[in-house]
């Protein structure tokens, strides 16, 4: 049977302080449209990535992404960096 409820993948990273992200929220249906919802609330950029979202779903809560991950997370943060500094020029 095809899974075929939404699912999202919150994310943490501070900079010079956190070694690597860490998976701070997950879920899928009703918990996936609040995390997503939650996040447009406060202007948090959202990324769609199904490989790299199911990759991240794996990982349990509070857990760093593993190296093998670390590419793709630089691909996301750059993008999350250009938001906002978008935001912050405009």
Known sequence: ????QEKAVALKYERGKDPAPKV????RGAVAERIL????????????DKTLLDALYKL??????PEEL?????????????INRLKTAG
Not at 72 to 82: G, K, S
């Open 37 to 48: 919802a939650l996040a447009k609330e406060n202007n948090i950029p959202i990324r769609q």
């Open 60 to 65: 349990d809560i509070n857990e760093e992404i």
């Open 1 to 4: 049977m095809k899974d075929e």
């Open 70 to 82: 670390y590419r793709a997370i630089a691909e996301v943060l750059a993008f999350v960096y250009r």
């Open 24 to 27: 701070t929220a997950k879920g």
